[in-house]
């Protein structure tokens, strides 16, 4: 983005970027977003709640998604809008299951927010499936999940929106095709940055694939910054735990609540762009008003977009309907 861009960003939102403050009442909306019991997801609930909203979360843990509804509910009252759906992203036996459950229970989708991780996995693992842990939570099980839930999406004119990671700028800046499971040179980051990488090609992909054939779901991607929540302690090693830690004082992090602001945004502002990544413009772009950031080239890297499509669907046995 050149600098006229950015002020014309800043300008878009004012200068303090976008906040909840720009949304009116979600009554009505449906909304499923993943990871929501913790983290950015969590205070994302809490906003679209706050609106008036319905929230569906996919959550691998049952007990931390029944602390999260209490929470909820203490909240906005046991009226409030918000059930639990068990899923594993690491378990695509349980995304399948997962997306049927949902779409039995709900006939309209407004936006569907691809919001859980892992990261900074400190030793090689792997998913039920065989996948490289972050690559397979992370990419596979949302690109499986989105493709389950895309007909009931585009019959409600709704939307994806992935959260990303400025992580996609780091280790290689692209995939890695001829080892996508990482059986030489595994580093937590690297797995982690392309895993996220991956997420966003996908996205872009997504986005060409419905141009082409009319369908009605928009894209948009977005990640939350640099946010004090629960995902470097969840899956990181000892010593990503603690330089995390020391960095959560600085002023280069932000609140969990502050990350939601762009994933809330893609799912209820119009007028965003497609081909752009949302998320803090402020130092580093890892905290600030909210607003479009920078995207490099390599994340629209359309043969290797391409080609990521035909491994994923190779991959996870699943083919989309576009
Ligand atoms: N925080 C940051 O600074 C930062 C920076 C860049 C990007 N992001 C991105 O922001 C998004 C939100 O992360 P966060 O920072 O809010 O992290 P978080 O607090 O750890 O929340 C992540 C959520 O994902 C869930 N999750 C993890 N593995 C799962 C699986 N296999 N199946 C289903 N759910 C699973 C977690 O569930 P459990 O509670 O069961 O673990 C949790 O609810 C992620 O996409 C992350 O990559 C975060």
Known sequence: MDKRET?????????????PDRIGSLAGKTYVIT?????????ATRILLSKGARVVMLNRSAERSGAAIDELKAEFGPQAQVDFIRMDLAELGSVRQAATEL??????????????????VPARSLTKDGFESQLGTNHYGHFVLCGMLFDRIDASMGRIVVVASLGYRMGLRTIRFDDMHWERGYGANTAYSQSKLAQMMFAYELQDRIGASGRNVEV???????????????????LTRLVWWLMTKSPMVQSAERGAF????????????????YGPTGR???VGPVGRGTLEPHAHDK????????????????????
């Not at 990521?308 to 989309?320: H, M, V």
């Open 7 to 19: 002020i014309m960003t800043k300008m878009q939102f004012g200068p303090g970027g976008w906040t």
């Open 303 to 322: 043969p290797v977009m391409v080609r990521l499509w035909d491994r994923s669907e190779a991959d996870t046995g699943f083919t989309w309907s576009i």
């Open 220 to 238: 948009l991607v977005c990640h939350p910054g640099s946010s004090a929540t629960s995902l470097i302690s969840t899956s990181g090693g000892r």
């Open 262 to 277: 762009p994933e809330v945004m893609c799912a209820t502002e119009d007028g965003l762009e497609p081909r752009a990544l």
């Open 35 to 43: 990871g929501a019991n913790a983290g950015a997801g969590f205070q």
């Open 103 to 120: 779409l039995e229970m709900l006939p309209q989708i407004d936006a569907l927010i691809c919001n859980a991780a892992i990261a900074q």
């Open 284 to 286: 580093m772009e890892f």
